[in-house]
């Protein structure tokens, strides 16, 4: 009795002195919450949303299993003691190999009910056999552990749902671009008469209620309606675009767009084409088809570029009704021959209006040109897709009977060759990079403010010394563009560099493995537009009255002294935009590039490695079922076919 007594008190005492910890940890906990939320007033940081649940810890637990890996790179690791060049290249490798699947769960994770594909393959609201097919293999890969499957699952349900047809529209102000748009599209949503924001393309897609998109470079995106766009879309109401829009999309319930095509308005491209095609690629938009409205000796530069980059361009001479039959017919043929002799293009080109009895000329054209456009582009599509959705179905059948092959010859292994598991760690470790790079490049841009103000400056004054006309808005344009063009070329080779070094990879990887060569990676298209006039068409510097007797230095300095005063500010923010601007679209090329070498990456692996074997006392009569409604697929389908005839 006395022994459960005593008993009873240590339990007590025990249970007691863990009440006081849990007390004094509760304690100290919210003096630390109380810190930190005082330190966000400090500093105007708003609260970050709440977060629990059994994701959000796997996400927190993933973060620090990154941290963990990145303690494993060379640099880190010499403290161990020291590693042969050799050694550490090969530990890198395998560190960001490690590091890129743990990646792949956090993204998995991060996109919430995107990353369902079940769900995404049912918003096709289709019934046809390659949605079909596409959902059971989606059941299998998941009913079997095959994850490596996924990545190529989701860039194929990717491509078809923005399988859309562009076309890109490229001209001038007042070239009619507008005008052709609304007719064509049988709606006047887009302004006319006004001078458009340069540098922001507006995309017109299908949409069941007419509506806009406004995305901006440091706030978060609105829907407006589409009496609002003017707002955003305009000079007049925007004017050197302060309010930092960067995207705007339009959906209309056009029957035109419904078909599965999507219109891009293009402006201000033209001042881009002095660079050279091949610095300007890089700008243009993700469009199937370019439609130049009128034709100048710049778009010649710009036209070239677009066959470059796999594009097909079509000129439309717009305004037609304000010539003679016989003048569009001789506008037409010197276009042509322009285009033969100085890009030894035969680019179709056509006469339309949107006026009067002239208006069926644009008819005409949407339905005999840019139709049958559409038409091929879907049906080859089509064909795509059904090649990959029948490859990846092969893919996951040998997955199947490698899983059947472990379980009946337990000890036997198969592994991808070494030249290639080495190839695709290069790879990863090729992304890894490119990202941290990109960071530096953006910082590089922001913080050239104060080296713009003092050569403008210079320049400005020794203009100012030399003629009564100088321009300092042009001096300040030109200095700028000048400047900021080397570290926005060294983030276009930056990227290129990633997408090269990813190629190689994936051909070491292709040619020592035996398989064949793998679909191209992702072009990079859409770069931000640079446009100084953003804040060079506001630059008033005057001349000082007493100029010979003040000297250059001493103008230099008055003029330094006036930069910086009115317009230090403006430049800064307009660097800071731009470098923000850049920065989103590395990180979307990045990812594209990174999503496409994943898929592949995954795919060639998931042909030499046995995927892991079903937990102990699994129905392994379950694999054998679903191998069977992979093989007879083809087969059963066809009947089916026959059948309904």
């Known amino acids: 009795m006395i022994h459960l007594e005593d008993s009873a008190e240590g339990f007590s005492e025990h249970h007691q002195r863990h009440v006081r910890t849990s007390k004094v940890m509760h304690d100290y906990i919210t003096r630390v919450r109380e810190a930190m939320r005082r330190v966000m007033e400090e500093l105007n940081i708003s609260p970050p949303e709440l977060h629990s649940g059994a994701v959000w810890a796997a996400a927190i637990n993933l973060m620090y299993c990154s941290i963990s890996l990145n303690e494993l790179s060379p640099e880190r690791m010499h403290a161990y003691g020291p590693l042969g060049e050799q050694a550490a290249d090969r530990l890198d490798r395998i560190r960001a190999e490690l590091d890129g699947l743990v990646a792949k769960l956090r993204s998995f994770l991060g996109k919430g009910a995107g990353s369902d594909l079940q769900q995404r393959l049912l918003q096709f609201g289709k019934t046809g056999d390659e949605i079909r097919l596409l959902g059971e293999i989606e059941r299998i890969i998941t009913a079997h552990g095959l994850v490596e499957f996924r990545g190529a699952l989701s860039m194929l349900l990717d491509r078809m749902e923005s399988a859309a047809f562009e076309v890109g529209v490229f001209g001038r102000v007042s070239s009619g671009k507008s005008s052709l748009l609304n007719y064509v599209l049988q709606t006047d949503v887009l302004p006319v008469g006004v001078t458009p924001v340069t540098a922001i393309p507006t995309r017109i897609s299908h949409g069941p209620v007419a509506e806009a998109g406004i995305e901006f470079a440091e706030a978060q995106p609105q829907i407006i309606s589409l009496s609002e766009l003017l707002e955003f879309a305009t ?306 510097i005057e001349k000082p009255r007493m100029l010979s007797l003040l000297g250059k230095r001493v103008v230099a300095s008055n003029v330094q002294r006036q930069l910086e005063q009115e317009y230090d500010r403006a430049v800064l923010e307009f660097l800071s935009l731009y470098a923000n601007r850049l920065r989103r679209w590395m990180e979307q090329s990045i990812a594209a590039l990174r999503d496409a070498f994943n898929a592949f990456a995954d795919m060639y692996r998931a042909r030499f490695e046995f995927a892991p074997a079903a937990a102990p006392g699994a129905d392994s009569s379950a694999v054998e079922r679903d191998l069977q409604d992979l093989r007879d697929w083809n087969a059963a389908n066809h009947a089916a076919a026959v059948s309904s005839i």
């Open 235 to 540: 000079e007049q109401k925007n004017p050197g675009n302060k309010k930092h829009v960067t995207r705007i999309y339009v959906k209309l319930p056009s029957d035109r767009l419904a078909e599965g095509v999507t219109f891009v308005d293009t402006p201000g491209l033209g001042s881009l084409a002095v660079a050279g095609a091949e610095e300007t690629i890089a700008y243009l938009p993700r469009c199937d088809l370019d439609a130049r409205a009128g034709l100048t000796q710049d778009d010649f530069v710009t036209v070239q570029a677009l066959y470059q980059a796999g594009a097909s361009a079509m000129i439309l001479i717009c305004k037609a009704d304000l010539f003679s039959p016989a003048d569009r017919d001789q506008m037409i043929e010197y276009v042509k021959t322009n285009l033969r002799e100085q890009l030894f293009l035969e680019a179709p080109v056509h006469a339309v209006s949107v006026l009067g009895v002239t208006a069926p000329m644009c008819d005409r054209w949407f339905e005999t040109e840019l139709r049958p456009f559409l038409i091929e582009h879907q049906q080859l599509a089509i064909i795509s897709q059904k090649r990959k959705i029948g490859a990846l179905r092969e893919t996951v059948i040998e997955a199947l009977e490698r899983r059947l092959q472990v379980e009946s010859v337990p000890h036997e292994t198969s592994s991808l060759p070494g030249e290639a598991r080495e190839a695709l760690r290069e790879g990863e470790r090729v992304l890894e990079r490119a990202q941290g790079e990109s960071f530096f490049l953006m910082r590089k841009i922001a913080k050239m403010h104060q080296a713009i103000i003092d050569i403008v400056a210079q320049r400005i004054a020794a203009a100012l010394s030399d003629s009564d006309n100088a321009n300092a808005s042009s001096i300040f344009s030109e200095t700028l563009t000048q400047m900021i063009a080397e570290p926005v070329a060294a983030t276009r080779r930056s990227l290129e560099q990633t997408r090269d070094a990813l190629t190689r990879a994936v051909e070491r990887a292709a040619a020592s493995s035996g398989h064949g060569t793998p679909d191209e990676l992702p072009r990079l298209v859409g770069m931000p537009m640079v446009d100084v006039n953003e804040i060079s068409q506001t630059l008033v």
